[in-house]
């Protein structure tokens, strides 16, 4: 059977510390939670705005005999994970926010290390906004630059498990990895799930509560579940972002 290690960046071990730091002003310098990211092997430029505190979590699979969910992972096998997850210039990453007008849940990135393989990267690109987003990496998951990405988005570039034989000795090499990317200038709408080895181009919408499992074009608006191209925006030069931003 699988064996789960992990090790939280943010949870459970500084849980204390985020609590005392959300009680006063230290989460009001965002500056200040990307240096302490920086030194738990996270790369967030300089330019970059963290907005509360994402969940980062570095796990390890393993098909070994016995089941552990949670054991943590040691100094040296945490040096494995240092710089798979980045953060570009002036992006904007938000958590749990109660300011209006949108909903919000905690951002988590979690890069996931699949047996002998390397850990999955999360490469997030430059002036990319998005809150309260889950992404999970056994390959890679790449957000190009000035991608937008709404609340409650799924991106994962593996299921986690396995359709037959779960559980057994070889479920984790018999995983299906397929990388995933978001195009430049392209927009994620709310609670929208990205499925592995999707590849949305470069411009495109989608949707709101989308499920795509198919790669979509450049300049493609798709929408619903499983998600279907209902237009094209190959003829408009700015991205999608950018419009919404000028209307």
């Not at 070994?64 to 904007?92: M, Q, T």
């Not at 392209?186 to 198919?214: D, H, L, P, Q």
Request: proline content about 6%.
């Amino acid at each position: 059977m699988p064996t789960y290690r992990s090790k939280f960046v943010s949870l459970p071990d500084d849980q204390a510390f985020y609590r005392q730091a959300e009680e006063g002003p230290f989460l009001t310098d965002p500056a200040h939670v990307a240096n302490l990211l920086r030194e738990r092997g996270v790369s967030v430029d300089d330019s970059a705005v963290i907005s509360n505190v994402p969940r980062i979590c570095f796990t390890s699979v393993q098909d070994e005999v016995g089941y552990s969910v949670y054991k943590e992972l040691n100094e040296k096998e945490i040096d494995a994970f240092r710089g798979v997850i980045s953060i570009g210039k002036n992006s904007f990453i938000e958590s749990d926010s109660d300011r209006p007008p949108f909903h919000s849940a905690c951002t988590k990135l979690t890069s996931v290390k699949a047996n002998a393989n390397p850990p999955g990267k999360i490469t997030i690109g430059d002036r990319v906004q998005m809150m309260g987003v889950a992404i999970v990496s056994y390959s890679h998951v790449e957000i190009c630059d000035d991608v937008g990405i709404a609340p409650l988005v799924t991106i994962m570039d593996c299921d986690g498990h396995t359709t037959e034989g779960r559980g057994t000795d070889t479920e984790i090499a018999r995983l299906e990895v397929l990388p995933v990317k978001i195009g430049n200038g392209s927009w994620i709408g709310t609670g929208a799930v990205i499925m592995k080895g999707v590849e949305i181009g470069k411009n495109c919408v989608v949707s709101a509560n989308s499920v795509v499992f198919r790669s979509v074009p450049d300049g493609s608006i798709v929408m619903g579940n499983p998600a279907r191209i209902i237009k094209s925006l190959k003829n408009q030069k700015t991205s999608p972002l950018s419009r919404s931003l000028m209307d």
